[in-house]
């Protein structure tokens, strides 16, 4: 079993910036691509960014030049940096990881942009 636990999420004003982080743990064997989700009120769950074990990665064009994804793989570690926040970013991020043929999801974290 692999655990995900986010940090990071939190109330910020506009134009503001936030660093979440998503942390793996458990049995490791293999991770391939990390990403981040988010799921807003009344929306669908959407591909908000992901980075692949090469370092390719690939961002939603609603955050592209805004976020950049990062991971740190002694760490077992995907960050998410989200700058210029604007209220249409306020969501429930989840982290998402691939281990070997699963995908681990973590608990979620809230991030509310509003002034």
């Known amino acids: 079993q692999v655990q995900l636990v986010e940090s990071g999420g939190g109330l910020v004003q506009p134009g503001g910036s936030l660093r979440l982080s998503c942390a793996a743990s458990g049995r490791i064997f293999s991770i391939g691509v990390m990403g981040w989700y988010r799921q807003a009120p009344g929306k669908q769950r959407e591909l908000v960014a992901n980075?692949?074990?090469?370092?390719?990665?690939n961002y939603a064009d609603s955050v592209k030049g805004r976020f950049t994804i990062s991971r740190d793989n002694a760490k077992n570690t995907v960050y998410l940096q989200m700058n210029s926040l604007k209220p249409e970013d306020t969501a429930v991020y989840y982290c998402n990881v691939r281990v070997g043929p699963l995908d681990a999801w973590g608990q979620g974290t809230q991030v509310t942009v509003s002034s």
């Open positions: 980075i692949f074990s090469g370092g390719r990665t």
